[in-house]
């Protein structure tokens, strides 16, 4: 049972930059697909940024250039760096984990397209970007 807790979420103001850390209670750097979704109310839970446990990342459209996820395994930290922040990405954001395995013939590299793939999750923290 891996715990995760997010850090670092607060109100910023449009062209900021965020870090969001996860902390994670086991060492998910080993073995595990780590990513970051977010949520505004109203709307389903979207992934933004997903990184499997070779270390590759893929990122949705709408953050590409501007978001990098990137882990500290001696940590068990995983972190969101946010850069030229948009009022559109307020929400709330959740750090999420599973074993990096096939499910489905998809493998976690292709998993932001779904919330079910990941069976782990953080409780959120809220970010507020106004203009």
């Known amino acids: 049972q891996v715990r995760l807790r997010e850090f670092g979420g607060g109100s910023v103001q449009a062209g900021g930059s965020l870090r969001l850390s996860c902390v994670a209670s086991?060492?998910?750097?080993?073995?595990?697909?780590m990513a970051w979704f977010r949520q505004v109310p109203g709307k389903e839970r979207e992934g933004v940024a997903v990184?499997?446990?070779?270390?590759?990342?893929t990122y949705a459209d709408s953050v590409k250039g501007r978001f990098t996820i990137s882990e500290a395994d001696a940590e068990n930290t995983l972190y969101l760096h946010i850069n030229s922040l948009k009022v559109e990405d307020t929400g709330i954001y959740y750090c999420?984990?599973?074993?990096?395995?096939?499910?489905?013939?998809?493998?976690?590299?292709?998993?932001?397209?779904?919330?079910?793939?990941?069976?782990?999750w953080g409780q959120g923290t809220q970010v507020n970007v106004s203009s």
């Open positions: 086991d060492n998910t750097g080993s073995g595990y697909c």
């Open positions: 999420a984990a599973e074993h990096d395995k096939q499910i489905g013939g998809t493998w976690c590299l292709g998993w932001l397209s779904s919330r079910t793939y990941f069976g782990y």
């Open positions: 990184i499997d446990s070779d270390g590759s990342t």
